[in-house]
């Protein structure tokens, strides 16, 4: 079975791409993985022209094709987002946008397979939970709409830097234990 591990955020080395890291390393003795970063794709923002609505395919030609294609081939999907304003990323929310064509509120739409299982983990450098449980709720509606199974979800709160997520390993492991 394969693992998709997707940093959300455009920071490669950050606190979001440590613990997207501790994910990887949890379920490599299950999962065949691979991580991404959504910063390694080059995604243009959706230009609202609904021609997906009749096609089920985008216009644009960028690596949009190239991410999907690694959703298709995942069973089980991870996704780790930092806060930014109190949200998901730009750069993921534009991703999200360009998914329109496999989006399952319009016919015909495109499909990236069923039997997926998708899960959310939320950080933020503050110590209030709200803002992780917006995310969560972002991430999911998604998933709903790609039909990924949502199957858990973990928020952690005060979060800044790569050494807050490694002091949060055993709390990172015990939710990779239900994947």
């Given at each position: 079975?394969?693992?998709?591990?997707?940093?959300?955020?455009?920071?490669?080395?950050?606190?979001?791409?440590?613990?997207?890291?501790?994910?990887?390393?949890?379920?490599?003795?299950?999962?065949?993985?691979?991580?991404?970063?959504?910063?390694?794709?080059?995604?243009?923002?959706?230009?609202?022209?609904?021609?997906?609505?009749?096609?089920?395919?985008?216009?644009?030609?960028?690596?949009?094709?190239?991410?999907?294609?690694?959703?298709?081939?995942?069973?089980?999907?991870?996704?780790?987002?930092?806060?930014?304003?109190?949200?998901?990323?730009?750069?993921?929310?534009?991703?999200?946008?360009?998914?329109?064509?496999?989006?399952?509120?319009?016919?015909?739409?495109?499909?990236?397979?069923?039997?997926?299982?998708?899960?959310?983990?939320?950080?933020?450098?503050?110590?209030?939970?709200?803002?992780?449980?917006?995310?969560?709720?972002?991430?999911?509606?998604?998933?709903?709409?790609?039909?990924?199974?949502?199957?858990?979800?973990?928020?952690?709160?005060?979060?800044?830097?790569?050494k807050d997520a490694a002091g949060r390993k055993a709390e990172i492991n015990q939710f990779?234990?239900?994947?």
């Open positions: 079975m394969k693992a998709l591990i997707m940093n959300c955020s455009p920071v490669r080395n950050g606190a979001t791409a440590e613990i997207a890291a501790l994910v990887s390393k949890n379920l490599a003795e299950r999962y065949e993985v691979q991580r991404v970063c959504i910063d390694d794709f080059d995604i243009g923002f959706c230009k609202g022209c609904r021609t997906c609505h009749q096609t089920a395919s985008c216009i644009q030609q960028d690596d949009m094709e190239q991410l999907m294609n690694l959703y298709r081939q995942a069973d089980v999907i991870v996704s780790v987002s930092p806060s930014y304003w109190a949200d998901i990323p730009g750069q993921f929310k534009a991703f999200i946008d360009r998914c329109t064509p496999w989006c399952n509120t319009h016919e015909p739409h495109a499909t990236i397979g069923s039997g997926k299982n998708g899960f959310v983990i939320a950080l933020r450098t503050g110590p209030g939970m709200k803002e992780c449980e917006r995310i969560i709720g972002s991430i999911e509606h998604f998933y709903g709409h790609m039909e990924i199974q949502c199957c858990g979800s973990l928020g952690l709160c005060s979060v800044e830097n790569r990779c234990m239900g994947i």
